[in-house]
């Protein structure tokens, strides 16, 4: 029994003695890591740093139209074609108008009959009018003679209704005249509205324009509504860029920004902030900005890619930091390392601008005898001796 016992001891301080050989492996090995100085880069104290915001977009239009006849028809011609520069009021297209030019000439010569008729009437009245007054006239003679008994009561009765005969035909007169002015009114409206119908199979710039797209050609029968052209105002170019929510906060509208196009990288061109969208995407969680652009070439290209960049604010004196070196970032606070007393060490910090290269401004006031490293890696240790390569003096 007493054996047995022996020989399950043994490799019990084995393992014991294996375990402290470990133990003082990993005590050597940190003491080495923190005892080890490590060369690191540290941030500096920057002044006049502008704060810009970076949006990738497109180039759209704000004044994009694809216009269309209000009527259908065959189209007789197309004047203009892609690229080509309209005046507003300049005739683009124009459809087979035949019919419609008969529907005119037909009202037409209705309103020329509603004249005449008119006219007719008129001459008619006048001499219903001269009929009128001889009666009246008559009538009053003979109703003094009749006071003398020179003419019987029965022809002074008959000259009194002759009189109202003809006030009666004036009146029918008169009232045909109306009903045939009304008639005209009718028959004008009619050749105004075949009329504007007509000028409707004429297609015209409803502004200054430039002709991106034709959409149909000669011979093709549209309905009202089809489109036939896209026009662009020109003046009215500008780059939709999408910034992320979390960058878009500080962008207002007027601040100055600069494009650079796909197709020319090498060039820069002046812009400004012209409106911010209302609503965010919701999947991508971008904030949509329009942005002018002041100098941009005559010649621009829908849905090209732009790349933006708004000046947001500069900072004066700015002690920043890239944010890959920041661990914990929340949008507003983190930890970084520092070095004190020739030691890397931790602190919470809190964050303000961010520029477009990624580096985030520290607000918090650091002690005069800190700084802070700027760039991340496996041998930032805490306790850790450190030495500054490139830091602020």
């Given at each position: 029994?007493?054996?047995?016992?022996?020989?399950?001891?043994?490799?019990?301080?084995?393992?014991?003695?294996?375990?402290?050989?470990?133990?003082?492996?990993?005590?050597?090995?940190?003491?080495?890591?923190?005892?080890?100085?490590?060369?690191?880069?540290?941030?500096?104290i920057?002044?006049?740093?502008?704060?810009?915001?970076?949006?990738?977009?497109?180039?759209?239009?704000?004044?994009?139209?694809?216009?269309?006849?209000?009527?259908?028809?065959?189209?007789?011609e197309?004047?203009?074609?892609?690229?080509?520069?309209?005046?507003k009021?300049?005739?683009?297209?124009?459809?087979?108008?035949?019919?419609?030019?008969?529907?005119?000439?037909?009202?037409?010569?209705?309103?020329?009959?509603?004249?005449?008729?008119?006219?007719?009437?008129?001459?008619?009245?006048g001499?219903?009018?001269?009929?009128?007054?001889?009666?009246?006239?008559?009538?009053?003679?003979?109703?003094?003679?009749?006071?003398?008994?020179?003419?019987?009561?029965?022809?002074?009765?008959?000259?009194?209704?002759?009189?109202?005969?003809?006030?009666?035909?004036?009146?029918?007169?008169?009232?045909d005249?109306?009903?045939?002015?009304?008639?005209?009114?009718?028959?004008?409206?009619?050749?105004?509205?075949?009329?504007?119908?007509?000028?409707?199979y004429?297609?015209?710039?409803?502004?200054?324009?430039?002709?991106v797209?034709?959409?149909?050609?000669?011979g093709?029968?549209v309905?009202?509504?089809?489109?036939?052209f896209?026009?662009?105002?020109?003046?009215?170019?500008?780059?939709?860029?999408?910034?992320?929510?979390?960058?878009?906060?500080?962008?207002?509208?007027?601040?100055?920004?600069?494009?650079r196009?796909?197709?020319?990288?090498?060039?820069?061109?002046?812009?400004?902030?012209?409106?911010i969208g209302?609503?965010?995407?919701?999947?991508?969680?971008?904030?949509?900005?329009?942005?002018?652009?002041?100098d941009?070439?005559?010649?621009?290209?829908?849905?090209?890619?732009?790349?933006?960049?708004?000046?947001?604010?500069?900072?004066?004196?700015?002690?920043?930091?890239?944010?890959?070196?920041?661990?914990?970032?929340?949008?507003?606070?983190?930890?970084?390392?520092?070095?004190?007393?020739?030691?890397?060490?931790?602190?919470?910090?809190?964050?303000?601008?961010?520029?477009?290269?990624?580096?985030?401004?520290?607000?918090?006031?650091m002690?005069?005898?800190?700084?802070?490293?700027?760039?991340?890696?496996?041998?930032?240790?805490?306790g850790?001796?450190?030495?500054?390569?490139?830091?602020?003096?």
């Amino acid at each position: 029994m007493r054996s047995i016992s022996s020989a399950m001891h043994i490799p019990s301080k084995k393992w014991l003695l294996g375990a402290a050989i470990l133990a003082a492996a990993l005590g050597l090995g940190a003491f080495i890591a923190v005892s080890k100085s490590v060369t690191v880069k540290t941030a500096r104290i920057e002044q006049n740093v502008p704060v810009r915001v970076f949006g990738l977009g497109t180039v759209e239009a704000q004044v994009i139209s694809k216009i269309g006849f209000e009527v259908g028809g065959a189209l007789l011609e197309l004047k203009v074609d892609h690229g080509d520069r309209v005046k507003k009021g300049d005739v683009l297209a124009r459809l087979h108008d035949a019919d419609q030019s008969a529907k005119v000439a037909r009202t037409k010569a209705s309103v020329m009959g509603a004249e005449v008729a008119i006219r007719k009437s008129e001459a008619s009245l006048g001499k219903t009018r001269a009929i009128l007054a001889q009666k009246t006239h008559t009538n009053r003679r003979r109703q003094e003679l009749v006071g003398r008994q020179t003419v019987s009561v029965q022809t002074a009765e008959e000259a009194q209704t002759d009189v109202a005969v003809a006030t009666a035909d004036l009146a029918v007169a008169e009232a045909d005249i109306e009903v045939l002015k009304a008639s005209l009114a009718d028959v004008r409206a009619q050749y105004q509205f075949e009329q504007i119908t007509l000028d409707h199979y004429t297609l015209r710039a409803p502004f200054d324009a430039v002709v991106v797209e034709r959409l149909k050609e000669a011979g093709t029968v549209v309905k009202a509504g089809d489109p036939i052209f896209t026009l662009v105002a020109p003046e009215t170019v500008w780059v939709l860029a999408h910034i992320d929510e979390a960058r878009s906060g500080p962008v207002t509208v007027g601040q100055t920004a600069s494009v650079r196009l796909r197709s020319l990288p090498q060039k820069t061109f002046k812009g400004r902030v012209a409106r911010i969208g209302i609503e965010s995407d919701r999947v991508s969680e971008e904030r949509r900005v329009w942005v002018s652009c002041e100098d941009c070439p005559p010649l621009f290209h829908l849905g090209e890619q732009a790349e933006v960049l708004i000046t947001v604010g500069s900072l004066s004196k700015a002690l920043l930091v890239p944010e890959a070196a920041v661990q914990g970032f929340d949008g507003f606070k983190g930890r970084v390392w520092t070095i004190e007393n020739g030691r890397l060490a931790h602190r919470q910090v809190a964050f303000g601008m961010r520029t477009e290269d990624a580096r985030l401004e520290i607000t918090t006031a650091m002690p005069t005898d800190v700084r802070v490293v700027a760039q991340s890696g496996t041998g930032l240790v805490e306790g850790r001796s450190a030495r500054i390569v490139d830091g602020a003096p």
